[in-house]
């Protein structure tokens, strides 16, 4: 089984709003990722995490705040978002090298 | 820095022929590869991968990609285009520490 969940499927939410997308697997994938991807490019990195610590951080806004509970479960807190940030929000963990997505959450910020 | 470099954006094919989907990387070292496949409002979807055993990898759904040390290239072949194939094809290499280069996407159209 080689399954990433991604909830909600659909997000739209203001400017003001503060929400969170969450991510899922049960792989047993030490590696988590979170990507940005707009249409009709491939996605950007934002996050990754190994062993549930931080490990890289794209230089990303911090309006976007990644969380690790546990080796399953990774959050993007987000709040203050900008339109500029309507997306789709791309899930993955990993087996060595390889790369496994979710389906994504697309949000719309308005 | 390493590359990924997908040549055509858009690619038409009719349904029953081949289809090829080019790809180019730049790497100092042996990669790991990858093809992935998005089809609309979808995440991405692994099709192969080529991690230095066998230079002809199979994947799913009929298609298939050859390492080519020489010509640092990983090309997406399919002998027959079907209907269901029309999507947007993703070529990675894999650079270390988690991190994947993208080609910028191809965008295979099947006609009837």
């Known amino acids: 089984d080689t399954e990433v969940t991604q909830t909600p499927k659909h997000l739209v939410m203001g400017m003001t709003n503060k929400k969170s997308l969450k991510c899922e697997q049960h792989m047993g994938h030490r590696a988590m990722y979170w990507y940005k991807q707009k249409a009709k490019k491939p996605p950007e990195l934002m996050f990754v995490y190994s062993y549930e610590k931080l490990s890289i951080n794209e230089s990303v806004p911090s309006r976007f705040s990644p969380e690790c509970p546990n080796s399953s479960l990774l959050n993007l807190h987000l709040h203050a978002l900008q339109p500029e940030d309507s997306a789709l929000y791309l899930c993955a963990s990993s087996l060595q090298e390889t790369q496994y997505f979710g389906p994504g959450t697309r949000l719309l910020v308005l | 820095a390493q590359s990924v470099t997908q040549l055509g954006s858009h690619v038409s094919v009719s349904e029953g022929a081949l289809v090829l989907l080019r790809c180019n990387y730049s790497s100092s070292v042996p990669p790991y590869l990858f093809w992935y496949v998005q089809y609309p409002n979808q995440g991405l979807q692994l099709l192969l991968k080529y991690t230095s055993a066998a230079t002809l990898v199979k994947g799913i759904n009929g298609f298939e990609a050859e390492f080519k040390k020489s010509e640092t290239s990983f090309h997406l072949t399919k002998p027959s285009a079907h209907m269901s194939d029309a999507a947007e094809y993703f070529c990675?290499?894999?650079?270390?520490?988690?991190?994947?280069?993208f080609g910028q996407g191809t965008e295979l159209s099947v006609k009837p």
């Open positions: 990675a290499v894999s650079v270390g520490g988690g991190k994947l280069i």
